[in-house]
Every structure is written in structure tokens, then in C-alpha cells.
């Protein structure tokens, strides 16, 4: 009993909330949500809205510094697919901060979740 207390001590007063507890992002079904930055619009990936069986946000990591950190994002655009708050698949820029990953392959990863559950 003094081990569960000490160790709920010790998350209470150092631990971090979990990214989807502290952000509030996608904390139910299947989300798709763009982590990008204000100095790297141009590279916005614009076809978020027509993924199929999701629901989508986009994230500026700038308005939020702890962001990155949370969520390990170390090159913008990242494209992260959450279910219930966790993560499920991680798509990543390249070198040059654009995204290659193509919509179809972000929605097959998506089908690929959905069709995981039958």
C-alpha cells in the first residue's frame, strides 16, 4: 500500500499529464491530426479534410511548445492517426519539410484500423 501511494505521489507531482488529456486531441475514435508550424504553412498538407471514417485537426506546435515533446515530433509536417488517443501510425516529412505520404496511403491505414476491429 505505501509503493501505490508514493508512486501516485510521485506521478501527481511530477508527471505530465498524457498529450490527449493535456491537449485534448482525439480522445475517442479514429483521428488524423496534422502537427505543422506556422514557418512551414506552405507545406501544409491540404487534403486532411477528404479522409473518409475519421475526424481530422491540424496543430501549429508553435502556439503550444510542450507539443513536440509530447507527441515526439521532430520534423514538421507529421501526420499522427490516433485511436482513442493513442497513436496508430506516424507518417513523417522529409528532409526538405514536405509531406511524400499520399492521401491513399493514410486512408488505407485508416481502412486498415477500421477493418482490424471485425
Sequence with gaps: MKHL???ALIFLFTGTPPAEEKTGLCDDGICVVQFNAGFNAANEV????????????????MEDPSLPTDYKIVVVPTILILEDGAEVARFQANIMMTMETTQDEVQESIDEIIMSKF
Design 5 to 7: 501511494v508514493a508512486l
Design 46 to 61: 491540404t487534403w486532411l479534410g477528404d479522409l473518409k471514417d475519421c475526424t481530422t485537426a491540424t496543430v501549429d506546435i
